[in-house]
């Protein structure tokens, strides 16, 4: 099990920047791709961003390229979501997963999903 807690969400306006955690415990964290997905109300959950165990590759949807930054740090079991230039259509639940290996954009990769947190983009 790799126990996943997200935090970080809340109210900004467009433009503005936030930053998401996501705790997680159990080991190995390291051994684990992290992925950030999102669901806005009557949509489907998508993926966001993704890191591999290294940190050495990260992935990220074409909306959200040069806004967000994933990245891990692996002492402290927590990986970041850095979302700058913030959209009202960045606005959705976002989740924390990890995974072992596979495609890194589907959610069917991911064994372990948090409770999400919100974030909420006022124009």
């Known amino acids: 099990q790799v126990p996943l807690v997200e935090s970080g969400g809340g109210l900004v306006q467009a433009g503005d920047s936030l930053r998401l955690s996501c705790a997680a415990s159990g080991r190995p964290f390291s051994n684990y791709v992290m992925g950030w997905f999102r669901q806005a109300p009557g949509k489907e959950r998508e993926f966001v961003a993704a890191i591999t165990w290294s940190g050495n590759t990260l992935y990220y949807a074409d909306s959200v390229k040069g806004r967000f930054i994933i990245s891990r740090d692996n002492t402290k079991n927590t990986v970041y979501l850095q979302m700058n230039s913030l959209k009202p259509e960045d606005a959705a639940v976002y989740y924390c997963?990890?995974?072992?290996?596979?495609?890194?954009?589907?959610?069917?990769?991911?064994?372990?999903w948090g409770q999400g947190t919100q974030v909420i983009v006022s124009s």
């Open positions: 997963a990890a995974g072992r290996s596979g495609n890194v954009y589907s959610q069917t990769m991911y064994n372990y």
